[in-house]
């Protein structure tokens, strides 16, 4: 009965034989991509137009031949096409369908998982779909869900990917003309994959910041990288493409005339009398000499550029073995005097380590390969500076091209403005859309950098990190190797500890920095400042765009931030640890109607939040005020009384902001000092009594000037000193 069934079903001709993939689900071909027919079993999308760089060719060949039933092959193109074109009128029709196309870049995983599935079916002695039960879905669940290592956890997300194409054949079942569930079946009773698994959406952004003790140092060798031995990489790479073009116009071969022996023998023989090594081919061709071509390990001519030496002493392009046999004696003996040596970089520039320790060649010797790895390394620090100072996404980063850096347009401070052009990816349709970054110059200069690099190189087809680079884990480790490493010990790199970086976590230190330490530094040359400055505008530009998305990021962690510095200092309150300050009064007073409002519960009644909750709550509408200076807070609630603005002498709004650099915390009646603060006074303190007693006893104004400052210092010491409960300061 059962193969009687499914031959019938089999009979029926599927709704979509005989047309072109793309054509239905609307998408663009380039003029000389072949396409993909239905009816085909390999579907080749590799062509697609505006295809994302970092999704990788692979994933656009879908090969449902791995389905080992050809019957359960149709119906799985039939699922493929349908999730791919949800406005055709052969889909749209269906009550469950998706409205919205599948994203095509985790259709090969779909395709896999799928496959899988049926193949596991018929392993089981399934013959058609009709047969399916929830004891097949039970069984195969039990089967697919992995367990995480030591702990013996399930992870419902992984599972999540296997058991979604079980339940998109049951919400299509009714376009399938080949074979089909049973009309009444839903798999797990028509529960969703979330509720199957277990699975539940993570809250907030869960991706943490990269360490400062990683970021550091990573940081600092990526600039040095860039800007000292970068260029010099660059120019060497050229210079070495140069002489491989070159190779073509030599002879192809010829028997050699005694004027051209006594020639390459006189070129031999300068190499011996200037003292300069021989040239080293590449170390894989001399690996293949010994494994193809049978010649001995221990061979002295091993590692000789035979060809090398033909082209410059006789203008042939090889060394047949009739010439390496009659000039071996020759080549043995320079061999022996002088040595062999890479040919590339032996007049390398000398640049100062990076520790400041001496000079060094900014490269050793080295063969063609060897400086590729080079570039790359160079492309490495490019990236890493990209994503860690504008919080380009990792799909971004890849978009950008050897076009991608805009010429710098002066901006309204008289500064130049450094803009990039690349593509959003990340919630767009296929392809993305084109964007700009407004960047700061140390961003820009690597990413001109790094297409320099990637122009000599046709394998990156245009982009300036190339497919290779895409997976920014994998760039780092790359990277930090080879910075621990003997050549990054050779040029004063200090050693990178080990931890994760990755372009997430780049994105998520830098908007954790602008949030949390504006005015601060995230490398010993990058001001955050400046970086603000720079996203800041790049939104002013394109509102709606990347940079905006970015702010925003920042701007949440600013709240959160605030937040917690907010209920720190209620904390500290709370714990007889008053602020100081001239408006510490106005914050003892919220502070004092919180903490009654959180005492104010009759016993008995239910509470509808923790304790946690209702002190966000209660703090909410102080932090929404809170201005983080580097020795004090700034609770910005009225403009009029902010002491920068009336010293700035400009117009007060409801709209205006604090100027932190106009600000004079000590008189101002909306700052605070709190015990956190105290470190950045003790040491103006210091630095101050220092500078006061380098000053003449003649220059009684300049004295005087530098006195008060102090004297005010020790009196914000002391202010903190007697609101902490811990005595009075003896600064002075």
């Not at 039960?133 to 999540?160: F, K, M, W």
């Not at 700061?440 to 990190?465: M, N, T």
Request: aromatic letters at 6%; one cysteine or more.
């Amino acid at each position: 009965m059962t193969a009687t069934k499914n031959h019938m079903v089999h009979a029926r001709r599927s709704l979509f034989a005989g047309l072109e993939v793309c054509q239905v689900a609307g998408l663009e071909l380039k003029p000389e991509a072949p396409g993909a027919q239905f009816d085909d079993d390999l579907w080749d999308l590799s062509g697609l137009a505006g295809a994302p760089k970092y999704l990788a060719r692979f994933r656009l060949r879908w090969d449902f031949s791995i389905i080992v039933d050809p019957v359960w092959r149709v119906v799985a193109k039939e699922l493929v096409l349908s999730l791919l074109a949800p406005t055709d009128e052969r889909v749209a029709v269906l009550p469950d369908s998706f409205r919205t196309p599948k994203a095509i870049s985790g259709m090969y995983d779909t395709v896999q998982h799928l496959a899988n599935w049926l193949n596991w079916l018929s392993a089981d002695g399934v013959r058609t779909l009709t047969d399916v039960g929830q004891e097949h879905c039970d069984r195969y669940l039990a089967l697919v869900t992995p367990r995480v290592r030591g702990d013996g956890n399930r992870s419902p997300a992984t599972v999540i990917n296997h058991i979604v194409p079980v339940q998109y054949l049951a919400m299509y079942r009714e376009l399938f003309t080949h074979d089909a569930y049973a009309p009444a079946f839903q798999p797990w009773g028509g529960r969703t994959a979330a509720d199957v698994t277990g699975w539940k959406p993570s809250q907030g952004n869960k991706v943490g910041p990269v360490p400062d003790h990683v970021l550091q140092p990573m940081l600092s060798a990526a600039l040095w990288i860039v800007e000292t031995i970068g260029p010099h990489v660059a120019e060497e790479i050229e210079r070495n493409d140069a002489r491989m073009a070159a190779k073509p116009t030599m002879i192809q071969g010829h028997n050699l005339t005694d004027q051209e022996k006594y020639r390459f023998s006189a070129h031999i023989g300068n190499y011996v009398r200037n003292g300069v090594p021989l040239p080293r081919m590449a170390r894989k061709d001399s690996a293949r000499r010994v494994s193809a071509n049978g010649w001995s390990p221990s061979d002295p001519l091993l590692e000789v550029h035979l060809d090398h030496l033909i082209r410059e002493g006789a203008n042939q392009r090889v060394m047949n073995e009739e010439q390496r046999a009659f000039f071996r004696p020759l080549l043995e003996d320079a061999v022996a005097k002088v040595g062999v040596q890479d040919i590339i970089g032996r007049q390398a520039a000398m640049v100062q380590r990076a520790d400041k320790a001496g000079t060094v060649p900014c490269m050793l010797p080295l063969d063609h390969d060897q400086l590729r790895h080079l570039g790359r390394v160079v492309q490495h620090a490019c990236m890493l500076i990209t994503s860690t100072v504008s919080g380009m996404r990792a799909s971004e980063l890849a978009e950008l091209t050897e076009d991608s850096c805009l010429p710098p347009t002066p901006a309204c401070s008289g500064a130049m403005r450094y803009r990039l052009a690349s593509r959003v990816i990340k919630g767009q349709e296929f392809g993305g859309l084109p964007e700009e970054w407004v960047v700061i110059e140390e961003a820009w200069k690597a990413v001109a950098l790094g297409a320099q690099i990637a122009r000599r190189s046709g394998a990156l087809h245009g982009a300036v990190f190339g497919m290779q680079l895409l997976n920014t884990s994998q760039v780092y480790r790359n990277f930090r190797d080879w910075v621990n490493g003997p050549e990054g010990a050779r040029l004063g790199l200090t050693s990178i500890p080990d931890g994760p970086v990755n372009a997430r976590m780049l994105r998520r230190t830098l908007s954790m920095a602008l949030a949390y330490r504006p005015g601060g530094m995230i490398a010993a040359k990058i001001h955050l400042k400046h970086v603000q400055v720079a996203t800041t505008e790049g939104y002013a530009h394109r509102p709606g765009g990347a940079q905006g998305i970015f702010l925003a990021e920042v701007g949440e962690q600013e709240t959160e931030h605030h937040m917690e510095l907010t209920a720190a200092a209620f904390r500290d309150f709370q714990a007889g640890i008053m602020p100081s300050g001239p408006g510490a009064r106005d914050v003892i007073a919220t502070f004092t109607h919180v903490d009654a409002a959180l005492k104010d519960h009759p016993a008995g009644e239910p509470k509808t939040m923790d304790s946690d909750r209702q002190l966000v709550n209660l703090l909410r509408h102080q932090a929404q005020y809170l201005h983080v200076g580097t020795a004090n807070y700034c609770w910005f609630m009225d403009p009029h009384k902010a002491l920068c603005l009336k010293i700035a002498g400009t117009e007060i709004t409801a709209d205006s902001k604090p100027m932190a650099g106009l600000c004079d915390s000590s008189r101002c009646p909306q700052a605070t000092h709190h015990p956190c603060h105290r470190p950045v006074w003790a040491d103006n303190a210091q630095k101050t009594k220092v500078f006061l007693g380098s000053i003449p006893r003649g220059h009684k104004d300049a004295r005087d000037r530098v006195r008060a400052d102090l004297d005010r210092t020790v009196r914000v010491l002391e202010e903190i000193d007697a609101a902490a409960g811990t005595g009075t300061s003896k600064e002075q």
